[in-house]
């Protein structure tokens, strides 16, 4: 690896300033600084400060090893098998402080191990530089110097920031893919965050390389799946994973049933699912992951479930076996834990059940814990034109004449998973 002398911008002449970072990673900064460390803000809390926006939360990297860290700060754990960092608590704010990882040039300590050119394991501590140079893109690699308020850039990341480019560290591309396929869902969630353009040399290999992420830990997925579903991005991740080919690999089944004749879902349909997630996160209302989920797997399901019953099923039996088989075809992908998976198939078993609107049936209904997510479901499906208007309507309307509550809040009566409070203060 060649080493660059970094470009240094003093305080002057940027426009990171303290009053923005949180008290308390400022707080962890200065300690740091006291115990005789390097300490700097790095990663999204420097490049969203930069862009002048709010960062998700302040990650900091030193010189300290975690050991060091943890005698500087009581309120701190050491947690992470793949990487060892530390967490230091305020409250519900935790300020993550991870040791300069090495690049296995220099090492000071530490280990790394890899498989087939893929990180298993890293815990190699090193430079500065090498711990700017590995990771993943050229704006994620900035630091703020707490020693002196300078921004410190080795790899050209102011300039892609003013250009608005989101481009890999390093010289090739598909090899930094390579060494974690996550880069790649990455790329697509900043492209869409930020609105950066990827840069050619980066955005080529993602049509190639999507077959890689079947290296990666179907949990590691789920939750990058989550922060590219469910932080408000979803419909532009959506396309934008479909575009580069890499949704086939995460939702195969569901990709292949899209717009199919044989019962298919349109990609309509989960469209409007992610954009109405996205506008409630904008509206800061709850969303729930199962209903997303139990969205995105809908295409499948309601294939299997269509051909259960031309083969003579009876409708509920043929909903619980179209459930199991498509959860048990995405596991090995995207690991959805069970605390999805229940209420997923629940939205499910009910839709056919309300289709049946004779005698007391649509009163127990509504009494069913999981009506409500069942209902919005119901509502989507009818957007997409996938359901019937009319039995959507007569629901709405069978709710207010029974003390209903008003239509059009998906999935809001499911128990949400709520955003993680902003931990920056005003704007
Ligand atoms: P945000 O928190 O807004 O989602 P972020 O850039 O802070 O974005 P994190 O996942 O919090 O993303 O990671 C913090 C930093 O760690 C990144 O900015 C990047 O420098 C580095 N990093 C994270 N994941 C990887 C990865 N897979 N490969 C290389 N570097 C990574
Ligand atoms: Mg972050």
């Not at 900043?190 to 992420?213: N, S, T, V, Y």
């Not at 009566?413 to 704007?427: E, F, L």
Request: net charge positive.
């Amino acid at each position: 690896m060649t080493f660059h002398s970094p470009l240094i911008v003093p305080r002057s002449e940027h426009r990171l300033s303290r009053a923005d970072i949180s008290e308390n990673a400022l707080k962890v900064l200065y300690r740091l600084r006291e115990g005789g460390y390097e300490a700097y803000l790095v990663g999204g809390g420097v490049r969203d400060l930069l862009l002048g926006r709010e960062p998700k939360d302040f990650d900091v990297a030193t010189d300290a090893t975690p050991e060091q860290v943890r005698r500087v700060f009581r309120n701190c754990r050491l947690i992470g098998r793949r990487f060892r960092l530390a967490h230091v608590y305020f409250g519900r704010e935790i300020v993550e402080v991870a040791t300069f990882r090495g690049s296995g040039h220099e090492q000071v300590a530490g280990e790394r191990r890899v498989q087939n050119g893929l990180i298993v394991r890293d815990n190699l501590y090193g430079t500065r530089e090498e711990d700017a140079l590995r990771r993943d893109f050229s704006v994620n690699g900035l630091y703020y110097n707490i020693a002196d308020f300078s921004v410190i850039d080795y790899a050209g990341g102011l300039e892609d920031l003013r250009a608005g480019r989101l481009r890999l560290i390093g010289e090739d591309p598909e090899q930094r893919y390579r060494e974690d396929p996550v880069r790649m869902l990455r790329a697509v969630r900043f492209a869409c965050k930020l609105g950066f353009d990827i840069d050619p040399a980066c955005e080529r290999p993602l049509f190639e390389l999507g077959h890689l992420l079947g290296d990666v830990p179907p949990a590691r997925l789920f939750e990058e799946v989550l922060k590219l579903l469910q932080t408000g991005l979803g419909l532009c991740a959506f396309e934008k994973l479909r575009h580069y080919r890499l949704f086939a690999r995460l939702f195969p089944a569901t990709d292949e049933s899209f717009d199919r004749e044989d019962g298919g879902v349109s990609i309509t349909f989960v469209s409007r699912g992610l954009e109405n997630t996205d506008q409630r996160i904008r509206e800061d209302k709850p969303v729930a992951p199962a209903f997303l989920f139990a969205a995105l797997l809908w295409a499948p399901v309601r294939r299997r479930f269509a051909r259960l019953l031309a083969r003579g099923m009876v409708a509920n039996e043929a909903m619980l076996h179209a459930a199991a088989d498509a959860l048990v075809r995405q596991r090995p992908l995207v690991a959805i834990p069970k605390r999805l998976t229940l209420p997923m198939r629940e939205i499910w078993s009910l839709q056919p059940r309300l289709e049946r609107r004779e005698g007391k049936r649509p009163l127990r209904l509504l009494a069913h814990p999981r009506f409500r997510a069942a209902y919005d479901f119901l509502l989507l499906r009818a957007e997409a034109g996938e359901a019937d208007a009319e039995l959507a309507d007569w629901w709405t309307r069978f709710q207010a004449a029974n003390g209903g509550v008003p239509a059009g809040t998906t999935g809001a009566k499911t128990r949400g998973r709520r955003r993680r409070p902003a931990t920056r203060k005003g704007k």
